[in-house]
């Protein structure tokens, strides 16, 4: 669980958001709103990638900006955040699938076998060997959601994970994010794809206005 109490932010001098309360649990929450809103600044905040102004960031209970080093990292381990443009490194799709891996020094045999899985779990097993660097925005999407899946996460935060996708993918994507709702990982959205959020969402949180207005249910947006 990701919790953000009292949580305010800036660039510079002005506030981007303010006063937010929300906490993000086991299931899918997604975030909404028009663009500029702060949807990708919160859930920046939510992965402790920004630090509040004012107010307190939770991952499991670990407040990682007044942690202990040690402590900090490993709260911030139990969070995976996907960038709206992911960043491919260098080398072929499964070295990019097996980095998050290797950084936690899972056991090699392991680190194979995981990424063997989630590459077939996305679709993208033959792609394995391609530069990761020459694919195209829709693939880098799902070889960054596969390096994220491989290290799996408790906490798993996506910023407009299907704008690339193509309908197979879309449906591809919404399978695999119930199955992992079903599982008990806490996931954060953050789209403009109003279809994704009816289709999986079990909260949406509203952002506009520099404040977040948090429905319990997409039913109850009307």
Request: hydrophobic residues 45%; proline residues 4%; glycine residues 6%.
């Amino acid at each position: 669980m990701i919790e953000l109490k009292n949580v305010s932010f800036a660039y510079v001098s002005e506030d981007v958001l303010r006063n937010v309360n929300l906490a993000f649990g086991p299931g899918v929450t997604a975030i909404i709103g028009p663009n500029g809103s702060g949807k990708t600044t919160l859930l920046k905040l939510a992965a402790a990638i920004y630090r509040p102004r004012v107010g307190e960031i939770l991952i499991d209970g670990v407040n990682p900006w007044s942690a202990s080093e040690t402590v900090k990292l490993l709260a911030r381990r139990n969070v995976v955040y996907v960038h709206e443009k992911p960043i491919m490194l260098r080398g072929s799709v499964a070295d990019n699938v097996a980095y998050g891996l290797r950084v936690r020094n899972v056991p090699a045999e392991e680190v194979a076998a995981r990424t063997e899985e989630v590459l077939e779990l996305l679709g993208i097993k033959h792609l394995a060997h391609e530069k990761a660097q020459t694919l195209s925005a829709g693939q880098q999407q799902k070889v960054a959601l596969a390096r994220a899946l491989a290290v799996r996460p408790k906490n798993l935060l996506l910023d407009e994970p299907t704008a690339n996708l193509d309908k197979n993918g879309w449906e591809t994507f919404i399978e695999l994010i119930k199955e992992l709702a079903r599982e008990g990982v806490c996931i954060a959205i953050a789209t403009h794809d109003r279809l994704l959020a009816m289709r999986l969402a079990d909260r949406i949180a509203l952002v506009e206005n520099k404040i977040v207005t948090f429905v319990e249910s997409p039913e109850h947006t009307g």
